[in-house]
């Protein structure tokens, strides 16, 4: 099933620019804008997964920057 939209004429054009001579326009809107929506996550994980999640990458965060501080008080 095939929808018809409306687009600014400078949206169309950014579009048609980028769009590869082997792909639809509605194959080129689908890789422009990068597929999957975070929001189709929503529900996936419940909170304490998520909570662990985000203290995984805080920690990792964390590491990061003080590797980097080390690194750059050494050379620096």
């Known amino acids: 099933m095939s929808k018809q939209i409306r687009l600014k004429d400078d949206v169309y054009e ?4 980028n ?4 792909e639809s326009f509605s194959d080129a809107v689908e890789r422009l804008i990068g597929g999957r929506s ?9 909170e304490n997964r998520v909570n662990e ?3 995984a990458i805080e920690t990792t965060d964390r590491v990061d920057r003080d590797e980097i501080r080390e690194i750059t008080e050494r050379f620096g």
Do not use: H, P, Q, S
């Open 53 to 55: 999640m985000r203290d």
């Open 14 to 17: 950014r579009i048609e620019a």
């Open 19 to 22: 769009k590869r001579d082997d």
């Open 38 to 46: 975070l929001r189709d996550l929503r529900g996936v994980f419940d």
